[in-house]
Nanobody, 124 residues
Framework: QVHLVQSGGGLVQAGGSLRLSCAFS????????LGWFRQAPGTEREREFV??????????YFADSVEGRFTISRDNHKETVTLQMNDLKPEDTAVYYC???????????????WGQGTQVTVSL
């Protein structure tokens, strides 16, 4: 089965940058699209789609709220995926999750494997 281990995150001031990484193991990395989701603290809301990258890395797709500020890349040799977050805003504060799917999509139900979550806090 797929195993995802996240690293990175932390506290940053508004306008700053952070990078999250996710290490993949257990299956053939290039068979999976990777996505990032987030869940704001203290809410019962479902995890929100942030962005996704296709199997080869040729295609990416982002939520409107992060488009132009966040990028996703993958290294199919190192079997890692990275979420680069620039120009961070307080409303980006959330626990961020990487996820893997054999499909390339934005629906949370499409992702069958999840990382442990990483806290990102953006202060004013």
């Amino acid at each position: 089965q797929v195993h995802l281990v996240q690293s990175g995150g932390g506290l940053v001031q508004a306008g700053g940058s952070l990078r999250l990484s996710c290490a993949f193991s257990g299956r053939t990395f290039s068979d999976y699209a990777l996505g990032w989701f987030r869940q704001a603290p203290g809410t019962e809301r479902e995890r929100e789609f942030v962005g996704a990258i296709s199997w080869s890395g040729e295609h990416t797709y982002f939520a409107d709220s992060v488009e132009g500020r966040f990028t996703i890349s993958r290294d199919n040799h190192k079997e890692t995926v990275t979420l680069q977050m620039n120009d961070l805003k307080p409303e980006d504060t959330a626990v961020y999750y990487c996820a893997a799917s054999i499909h390339y999509g934005l629906g949370i139900e499409e992702y069958e494997s999840w990382g442990q979550g990483t806290q990102v806090t953006v202060s004013l």
